[in-house]
């Protein structure tokens, strides 16, 4: 009953209700230009001409390009943590970087958070991209954990089209840094809470102060989470 109810929901238009039609999504592999399906589909009303997708793509991509199942077995380089030459199916690149599945999946950290006192497992991007500073990384993990879990608004404005219209000058990007910026504040608060109280875990994964600094580093602070910041770290 649930997956019936599913399937019957995302062929509705998501702002009138009327049926919408279903097209998969083409995309052509940046190195033979082999059309496939992407694993995404299209979406379309032909009573309000709303269009929106859906799904999740199962395709590979590299340096944000789709790539076909048989360009995927040629060589994207040297990881820079086993050393070890890979595929491109078998590979992550950020920024010039190139990490292999295994070392990109194989460290998972355990994260803390000061707001919902629960601790929950971290893996993947963040972990690659901040392998080198801890207290940075578990702080752009409780953003991320925040955007989604304590900030309902953010999820469902990126799900749902007709809600994102009702939010004031709604854009992805902009919308996206405040919800972040609000995350490292109440954080930031929590933190100092229970430094206050003395009830900062002494096992935390990241001392207070260290976490503090982590929020510092990360990039498109505003000025209240600037002044925030230093305002605690000088006390």
């Not at 919800?179 to 935390?204: F, G, L, M």
């Not at 976490?211 to 305002?231: C, M, P, Q, S, Y």
Request: charged letters at 25%; glycine letters at 4%.
């Amino acid at each position: 009953m649930a997956n019936r109810f599913l399937i019957q929901a995302i062929n509705e238009c998501r702002s009138c209700g009327m049926r919408a039609q279903k097209e998969a999504v083409k995309v052509s592999c940046q190195f033979c230009n082999i059309k496939f399906s992407s694993g995404k589909s299209q979406y379309s009303c032909d009573f309000c001409e709303r269009d929106w997708l859906g799904g999740k793509s199962n395709s590979l991509t590299w340096k944000g390009n789709a790539v076909c199942e048989k360009c995927g077995t040629e060589e994207a380089g040297s990881c820079v943590i086993c050393d070890k030459i890979v595929c491109l199916s078998n590979a992550h690149n950020f920024e010039s970087e190139t990490v292999c599945s295994d070392c990109f999946n194989k460290k998972q950290e355990i994260v803390w958070c000061p707001k919902c006192e629960r601790s929950f497992p971290n893996k993947g991007f963040l972990n690659f991209i901040f392998r080198n500073d801890s207290a940075v990384l578990h702080a752009a993990a409780l953003v991320t954990h925040y955007r989604h879990t304590h900030v309902k608004s953010y999820d469902r404005a990126c799900r749902n089209p007709s809600y994102a219209a009702k939010i004031p000058h709604y854009n992805y990007v902009d919308y996206k840094a405040k919800v972040n910026n609000c995350a490292k504040r109440q954080i930031i608060r929590a933190i100092v809470k229970h430094v206050e109280k003395n009830s900062y875990p002494e096992t935390a994964p990241i001392s207070a102060r260290g976490l503090i600094l982590g929020f510092g580093v990360l990039k498109e602070n505003d000025d209240a989470t600037k002044r925030l910041i230093e305002k605690h770290l000088a006390n």
